[in-house]
């Protein structure tokens, strides 16, 4: 028996199954292309005194199917991680864009790195250079002078 052939005869088989394992249609259709598609690439290790194709190509699409939902676990996992990023950025969204912005909202979640803000303050573009040291001092002694 030839691959198109035991595609041909068991496509409904597998999708039955895969509409059975998954309790959804639609994904059992694209779980079912899936299979097939493992299938084709795994046609060389098909034994038929082992088994029957029909029983090997349910058993792929068994593997593909719990791969497609360890797959959509680890992606909820991810997003509800994620999650919490989201409402650091939007409360720190003055200190930075990007990974930076996204990275530091993670950290100043931390109580313990709560002083963090003041120190950024002074990270402005007026503080970096080669004048950096001078500026700053120039400005701790006019603060001294004010008495600040």
């Known amino acids: 028996m030839t691959f198109a052939q035991a595609a041909e005869r068991h496509l409904d088989d597998v999708y039955g199954y895969l509409a059975w394992f998954t309790g959804d249609r639609t994904a059992a259709e694209d779980l079912a292309a899936e299979t097939f598609e493992r299938a ?4 060389h290790r098909f034994d038929p005194e082992r088994g029957s194709a029909r029983t090997w190509l349910c058993q792929v ?3 593909v ?4 939902f360890r797959s959509e676990r680890r992606r909820t996992r991810r997003e509800e991680l994620a999650a919490p990023l989201g409402s650091n950025r939007d409360r720190h969204a003055n200190i ?5 912005g996204e990275a530091l909202g993670v950290f100043l979640g931390n109580p313990r ?3 963090l803000p ?4 002074t990270a402005g573009p007026e503080n970096r250079g080669p ?4 500026v700053r001092k120039t400005k701790e002694i ?3 002078a004010i008495g600040g």
């Open 40 to 43: 084709l690439r795994l046609w």
């Open 61 to 63: 699409a068994r593997t």
């Open 65 to 68: 199917a719990l791969d497609h």
């Open 96 to 100: 930075g864009e990007g990974l930076l």
């Open 113 to 115: 790195l709560q002083g």
């Open 118 to 121: 003041a120190v950024l303050e």
């Open 131 to 134: 004048d950096a040291n001078e």
């Open 142 to 144: 006019r603060a001294r």
